[in-house]
């Protein structure tokens, strides 16, 4: 079964930094790409980040310059570097990835993780 489990929310202060992990963990053959989404209360899901297997990146507006997504292959592994942090990036946010698994690219969900940034 693929799983993949995010860890590194917690509360912090606005201007402050925290790192997001997502690792993917089960029986597969490869990853295509992976990404970060963020759902805030009464809001839809919202694409972050987004990194594909050749390490290409894409950013929100909003976060671009001071979100930064990263990956490692050994491990199956995506980071999200969160500095200068501001109050409306509080959310839930969440891992996705698209995992070749039973001869198929498949679309994966963690069950997220909570940011609260405080002003």
């Known amino acids: 079964q693929v799983q993949l489990v995010e860890s590194g929310g917690g509360l912090v202060q606005a201007g402050g930094s925290l790192r997001l992990s997502c690792k993917a963990s089960?029986?597969?053959?490869?990853?295509?790409?992976m990404a970060w989404y963020r759902q805030a209360p009464g809001k839809q899901r919202e694409l972050v980040a987004h990194?594909?297997?050749?390490?290409?990146?894409r950013y929100a507006d909003a976060v671009t310059g001071r979100f930064t997504i990263s990956r490692d292959f050994v491990t199956n592994t995506i980071y999200l570097q969160m500095n200068s942090l501001k109050s409306e990036d509080t959310a839930v946010y969440y891992c996705?990835?698209?995992?070749?698994?039973?001869?198929?690219?498949?679309?994966?969900w963690g069950r997220g993780t909570q940011v609260t940034v405080s002003s």
């Open positions: 089960g029986r597969f053959k490869s990853i295509n790409h």
């Open positions: 996705n990835a698209e995992i070749y698994v039973e001869l198929a690219y498949r679309d994966y």
């Open positions: 990194i594909t297997s050749g390490e290409d990146t």
